[in-house]
């Protein structure tokens, strides 16, 4: 076993294993949603060496992630991509062919690109982690870089041979790429995340020991017992129950009877109807109408392109009449027509009446 590996017990090993096994879960999920491809993320794998040890040639070139935890973590954690597993996830979400052949250039279009994966992905992370952790977990807006084999980016980061932790992922997404990439943080960051994931539990456990009755006291009784999930189940499903979320209610007697409420004759009903300014409560309430001539879908490449003059073409063809919605309900159809300086709408259509007074 190698000398710095007694720096975390197995435990320890085990614990930040699992701890990035949640977050990187709901990730995962971020980023099916992101390129509308099934996603799967590995277990991974933890080990501990030092800044100028640690081998990440077989990512080269490629693209690091700088990510620094702002509130409820204090650290960096820098991810490591293949340049060519970011050129496809890039040309997914850009609906362009992967070309390897082809030069990945980091331009502004593809940068942004990386920062909204990235986005999605640690955005997610962060809220498993924060809801696993039982506190806040907030980050900064992640910095991408490129890395090249020669690169001492490791020191950069965490110092002249530093103790670090490295963790390894699969990644799949389903027909594009089967690849991997790692995660580097100090160890003083995985320490956080150990202490935190502990006192999480240490307060859960305050909090059923000071709920337990004691003697010549009733008892109280949870409303809803917490149900603790697998940690595989965990990884699909990153939000975990904690102690601050259950109730404890105390018993207690009460003289309960049924409520009674004065009920509405047909005479009353009738007196009702009679009475039109009753009616004038709603008539004041002011609707949103709403105009659609149509829409469109691009992609994110399109939409970037789009400059002073560009044209987007609708679904709608020209003469054909426009919704008219209500509080963004669909209730008619028209035509559109010119009044003095103003465009208008004359209705055409209604397309159900019963509608109207859904809205309404």
Known sequence: MDSTNVLFTEMEI?????????????AATAVSTLLNKKVYI??????VTTSGNFEFKALTPGVGVEINYIEGLSGVNVFILKLQDIQKIVGILLQTEYDPNEEFVMDEISISAICETMNQMMGS??????????????????????????????????GEDENIITVRFNINVDGVLDSEFASVMS???????????????????????????????PAQQPAQQPVQQPVQQQ???????QASNQSYVQQENYNISPASF???GNEQVAKFEEKPENLKLIMSVPLKITVELGHSKKSIKDILE????????????????????VNGQ???????????????VRITEILNPNEIMKVL
């Open 262 to 264: 004065q009920g509405f």
């Open 14 to 26: 085990d614990t930040i294993g699992e701890i990035l096994n949640i977050s990187m879960g709901a």
């Open 306 to 325: 789009f400059s002073n003059g560009s044209i987007i073409e609708l679904n709608r063809q020209a003469g054909m009449p426009v919704d008219i919605l």
């Open 125 to 158: 992370s962060s809220t498993a982690l924060a809801q696993f952790l039982n506190r806040t977990v907030n980050i900064s807006t992640p910095t991408p870089f490129e890395v090249k084999p020669d690169d001492n980016f490791s020191r950069k980061y965490f």
């Open 330 to 344: 669909r209730i008619a159809k028209g035509d559109v027509v010119v009044v003095e300086e103003y465009y208008g």
């Open 187 to 217: 160890c003083d960051f995985a320490r956080e995340l150990i202490s935190s994931l502990f006192s999480s539990e240490q307060e859960q456990n305050t909090l059923q020991e000071s709920s337990a009755p004691t003697q010549g006291q």
């Open 235 to 241: 990884a699909q499903q990153p939000v975990q129950q």
């Open 42 to 47: 590995t277990t991974p794998l933890v080990d």
